[in-house]
């Protein structure tokens, strides 16, 4: 990830309408590790209904991809998960598609 990261600010770089802030991996898997945490505290991994994690200024979706990861490593029965990812910028959102972790 952190490579692809690289690939993305070198392209994007001098695109002002473009711009890219591209999240410190420590701070995507903390944030990851909580709303894990924060949904087994709440009990919603036993409902079995699906869950759906949205990620409206996704980029190059590390918050999701760290998640869906973090998700699938877990040891439990746990509903399906549902990604949906959004970005204001139309090639990060193709990016974001070709993506097969998110696919």
């Known amino acids: ?6 690939f ?3 392209n994007f770089r001098g695109n002002i309408e473009d711009a890219q802030f591209l999240t410190p ?3 995507v898997d903390f944030m990851v590790n909580l709303a894990i945490e924060e949904l087994r ?13 949205a990620d409206p200024c996704s ?5 999701l991809t ?3 990861t973090r998700y699938a ?3 439990c029965t746990k509903p399906e998960l549902r990604i949906v990812a959004q ?16 696919a």
């Open 59 to 63: 980029g190059v979706a590390s918050f």
């Open 87 to 102: 970005d204001k910028v139309e090639r990060m959102v193709r990016l974001i598609n070709d993506q097969s972790c998110l």
């Open 8 to 10: 993305v600010r070198d």
């Open 41 to 53: 505290a709440s009990g919603r991994l036993e409902l079995e209904q699906p869950l759906l994690v």
């Open 66 to 68: 760290a998640f869906s």
């Open 25 to 27: 991996s420590e701070v």
């Open 1 to 6: 990830m952190r490579l692809f990261g690289h």
């Open 73 to 75: 490593d877990l040891d």
